[in-house]
């Protein structure tokens, strides 16, 4: 009996494994059609019910073996979550495979059957919901389309695992019967004369559903290859979907093709052009082309909304409610900012922070519009993928800076980066900077933003940072009979700008670089250091002040939860 179980165990994990990277697949086509993403939405969906700290946990651990790993987290971070939601979910559908086939008694077969369509039906009608909490369908159309998808597949993944278990459990059962030692019993004992005489053979204990009655049953060692070729192929094929999972997704990078660092132009001219100070080629660019731009959010996949029919709602407290659309807000007076966004989860010298033009109308002047009533205090910002942020009413009314940005690099924001609308906030983390914004909602008292209610700093102020991107050992500058080492790299402080930047070399004393004048007092700013040659393995650090002389803190600590600081270092062998 317990061999029995094993064995159904083990071929319901198998079915159940294989069943679940077919659904994989299937959910992939469904979102061409406007159907929800099963294992993206699964995801996304315990993300946000999860306890706070244990996600942000799971957040700052995946980020740190990246790193470890020596991968870039600005290009992988995303991969990985993906990955996660697969995986999740294959191996979710493996376990749920292995309890059916050993909670699911083999016969009779319409029982088996009713059972696996009810677990089906409500999977889906679960997983349904799931996604509909995850990220709601914009039509009515889309609904139909996605419950459909969603529910049909998963009542049909079911089906075949019901039928599967008719179909093999039968055989496993009787491998394992067959080859159990025979039970010790009079019989066995050797007795007197009678015991010449041959027993009656014992009735079979279990006639499989798959015979016909009354044929014999298959050798123990057929049983035991059918198993054996079963669960091969369900390996083989499992191995097929993954490995063409990976085929494909290297074919899209390739379509896509490799991320460029090319230097762009914004449409207005850039202001520090003629600074004599020019950055240490290999010094990270000092205006970020929107496609290398980082992106953190709490989506798998960027919400998806229609210009045309989308609407910024403003209401709460205010005397004319307004529903305004795209055009309507392009129609406000709008200013471009050069702006440098840093992501709160950035590690000291990570590349999580990037640099562009912002474009849109003062989020003071859209709000006048609506007439905000005086017991307002703060603005709740609501966005399409459920994320929220209050922003200070006073800030905002203080503050022309702060802007309802539609443009970055004077085309409309992309979808991954907000499409159509997100905010501007000087000096804070992009944290408290909602995308994909669909309604402003004006109210009497703070309210706890997303990352502020898992346990993120309230305020979210940038701290001080400064950044070694290069020791150009292979660009070596000869002046005057001398040899130096170029080093380079950024240095930024929010709106407070930066006034000094100091490299140090072995321990030795802190020495000013040269500063490169800022696209604008809202950017990072780029440092240049010319090192005098001396041959060996070299250690540099850098450390900045910001606008008003605050030396940035050289205590390590790490991201969460308000901002990592510390000293960056790079090591370099000068031959």
Not at 155 to 177: D, M, Q, T, Y
Not at 250 to 271: H, N, R, S, W, Y
């Amino acid at each position: 009996m317990r061999d029995t179980r094993v064995r159904l165990a083990l071929t319901g994990l198998a079915a159940g494994a294989l069943l679940t990277a077919v659904l994989l697949v299937v959910s992939v086509i469904g979102t061409h059609i406007g159907a929800p993403s099963i294992p993206y939405s699964l995801f996304e969906w315990l993300t946000r019910v999860l306890p706070g700290r244990l996600v942000i946990f799971g957040l700052e651990t995946t980020l740190r073996l990246l790193e470890a790993l020596g991968l870039n987290i600005k290009d992988t971070g995303k991969t990985v979550e993906i990955a996660l939601a697969l995986t999740g979910l294959l191996l979710t559908g493996a376990v749920v495979g292995l309890l059916f086939f050993t909670l699911v008694p083999g016969e009779p077969r319409r029982p088996v059957l009713r059972a696996g369509e009810v677990l089906g039906l409500a999977l889906g009608v679960a997983s349904y919901l799931i996604a509909l909490a995850a990220s709601p369908p914009a039509t009515f159309g889309s609904h139909a389309v996605g419950a459909l998808w969603v529910v049909g597949s998963l009542l049909l993944w079911g089906w075949v695992l019901a039928r599967l278990r008719l179909l093999v459990a039968p055989a496993v059962e009787e491998a394992a019967a067959a080859t159990a030692p025979p039970a010790a019993g009079p019989e066995s004992t050797p007795a007197g004369p009678e015991s010449t005489q041959a027993a009656p053979p014992a009735a079979p204990a279990y006639i499989p559903l798959t015979r016909a009655e009354g044929a014999p049953a298959p050798p123990a060692e057929a049983a035991t290859i059918d198993r054996r070729h079963f669960i091969i192929r369900v390996g083989g094929a499992v191995a097929t979907f993954v490995v063409l999972g990976a085929e494909l997704s290297e074919i899209l990078k390739a379509e896509a093709g490799p991320v460029t660092l090319t230097p762009v132009k914004a449409p207005i001219p850039f202001p520090n052009a003629g600074s004599p100070v020019k950055p240490v080629p290999g010094t990270r660019l000092e205006y970020t082309p929107v496609s290398d731009h980082y992106r953190v959010d709490i989506d798998l996949v960027p919400p998806s909304i229609d210009g045309s029919s989308w609407r910024l709602k403003i209401s709460g407290l205010v005397e004319r409610p307004l529903s305004l659309t795209l055009d309507q807000l392009r129609s406000y007076p709008a200013t471009d900012q050069f702006i440098t966004l840093s992501c709160i989860s950035n590690p000291v010298g990570g590349p999580l922070i990037g640099t562009t033009l912002w474009s849109g109308p003062p989020f003071r002047d859209v709000l006048a519009g609506a007439g905000v009533q005086p017991s307002a205090r703060f603005a709740h910002l609501l966005s399409q993928d459920g994320f929220d942020e209050a922003v200070d009413l006073d800030m905002i009314r203080s503050d022309p800076r702060i802007v309802l940005a539609h443009s970055w690099n004077g085309q409309p924001l992309p979808t991954q980066h907000g499409f159509p609308l997100r905010v501007y906030l000087p000096d804070h983390y992009g944290m408290k900077q909602p995308k994909w914004i669909t309604d402003v909602v004006l109210v009497p008292d703070s309210i706890p933003g997303y990352w502020v209610k898992r346990g993120w700093d309230r305020q979210a102020t940038m701290r001080t940072t400064s950044v070694i991107d290069v020791v150009a050992t292979g660009g070596l500058d000869h002046r005057n009979g001398q040899t130096y080492v170029p080093v380079g790299g950024i240095a930024h402080a929010g709106d407070r700008g930066i006034s000094r930047v100091e490299i140090q070399v072995d321990g030795g004393p802190w020495e000013p670089a040269e500063l490169r004048a800022p696209l604008s007092g809202l950017t990072w700013v780029i440092w240049r250091y010319e090192w005098p040659f001396a041959r060996g393995e070299h250690v540099f650090a850098v450390r900045a002040y910001d606008g008003s002389g605050q030396l940035q803190s050289s205590a390590e600590h790490d991201p969460y939860p308000a901002g990592a600081s510390g000293i960056d270092t790079k090591s370099a062998v000068v031959t």
